[in-house]
């Protein structure tokens, strides 16, 4: 039996795209005045605290680091009277992301938190993302560790698939065992589709009788529903002036449930009260798409390899900076240039790819300009993870003593032991001079160079290094590129394909079993493309999943 609606708070937000409406430049613009202009509206109802008074969430903390890059004094002061007054919350998600970030970038991901926390000694305890359908398991434990005890959701409706009995607040059990309070919810859309902020009598007569049968037909425990709500304009929409206004007349009316406008925070008091009530779930909140990743197959290769080779630049500045104090961290502006790199490898895993119009008219300017900034993160990001990376073993290598014999210095920034062998640059025939710290040293690994040599295998040491001569390089480098390779653990045998790459199977040793289909045309973890059935319907998308009227 469902329970009976009292309250619907409505999470005022503008939603953040990185393009989709205007290109990526513009977009940052935008939500740089989004801010100026909710701090005007919740200044407009500060005396009071009603149901009606303005209240604005920032979504994204991504949009508000770029606001205080620009933001004078009085501004920032403002913002934080009305955060501490409780008329603003920042929740803590950099953007609307993808699952196609990696533990580690996950965390990284969370440092404006510390930020907001530190330097403006504001509370942030809640996370929300919108317009993707699920987030990796990891999430959980790692918001749990940043003192975030609830995490939303409000999927996009064109391509995705709800969690089952939408909406649901339920707590989703992480890898460690903990538990998050979160929200399966609607589209971020749907408050203003049922006629708030626009239109009274719809809402009473239409929106509101449609919702509630939802809600019966699945028997909603709470006696409260979340709603997040978007400005008229849509996605990048600013702060909607006329909310407070709708919400007064509304509840003036005496109309049912009630109203307000609130905070995510206020929402998770309230769902607290009932946490030994809700359901649990366990595991990864599954992504049932993602916008443009089959599409750019290339960059996101690159985008991959970039976060590698972040790694591998932290681990041996690390080493560096054990060494000589961070001195050449200093010289060479590693902090500055890192921040640039992590910032590109992070938005081109955010969730927006191409503009509105880009599946309409993929000639027009704003599909192509659009593209092109997108595109620009990965490879942005490739550039100076490679720039970070060179400089990393080089300034390692600097550290070492160098003998006459010495060809190659071999970097290993991993936990364990690995053998390291391929074609490699011929440190016999550097371009420039042996110690140039500049255009030289960011030559030697270019793809194209033909002086190179085929390095033996050679085992190196967890995050260590070997020193190698010429007796460690093959005087014959031909390779038979169709060799079937494969490495096994006690428990499973992985096969790799060297002549395009991936993993062609999988099998399980101890069950003596492939786990892996070689005969199906489909690779492994390779990309299944999938549709609606009938293509024919006048609004095919919506075939997938059927949402409220």
Known sequence: MAANV???????????????????PVVWEMHRRFIDEAIDLCERSADRDTDDAFRWTV????????WLNTASDRQVERFVALARAGRIEVTAMLANVTPLYDADQLIESFAPVRRVRDDFGLTVDSAMNSDVNGQNWTLVDVLL???????????????????????????????????????NGWSYGLARGLGIGNDVAGLRNTGWPALQRWLDDRDYPLPFVMLQYFDAFGDNGSADPGLSAFVRDWNSKGYAPRLRIALPREWWDAVEAYRDLLPTSRGDWTDYWNFGCGSSAREQAINRSSRARLLVADAAYAAVSALDGGASMTRNGQPATRAQAVHA?????????GADCAVRDATDDDTVVQWGHKAAYAYTGRSLSSLLARDGVAELARQVQREPTDRLLIFNPLPWPRVVAGRVPD????????????????????????????????????????????????????????????LSSRRFRVFFDRSFGGITGVS????????????????????????????AAPNPRHLIWDPPP
């Open 59 to 66: 979504e994204t903390t991504g949009v508000l680091m770029n």
């Open 508 to 535: 399980d040793r101890l069950i003596g079993q492939s786990l892996v289909d070689w005969e199906s045309g489909l690779s492994f973890f390779g990309f299944v493309y999938e549709t609606v059935a009938n293509r």
């Open 6 to 24: 009292e309250t619907i708070y409505l999470i005022h937000h503008s939603h953040t795209d990185i393009g989709y409406t205007h290109d990526q």
């Open 345 to 353: 490898i992070d938005f081109w895993d955010e969730h927006t790819w």
């Open 145 to 183: 560790d940043l003192s975030i005890r609830g995490f939303s959701m409000a999927i996009n409706t064109h391509y995705g698939g709800a969690l089952d009995n939408q909406p649901c607040a339920f707590r989703w059990v992480g890898p460690s065992g903990r538990s998050i309070l979160a929200w």
């Open 427 to 486: 440190p016999a025939a550097p371009r420039g001079r042996v110690d140039d710290r500049t255009a030289g040293r960011h030559f030697q690994d270019r793809a194209w160079l033909r002086d190179t040599r085929v390095l033996k295998p050679v085992e190196v040491p967890a995050f260590g290094y070997r020193i190698v001569g010429d007796d460690a390089f093959e005087d014959d480098p031909s390779v038979d590129a169709s060799e079937a390779l494969a």
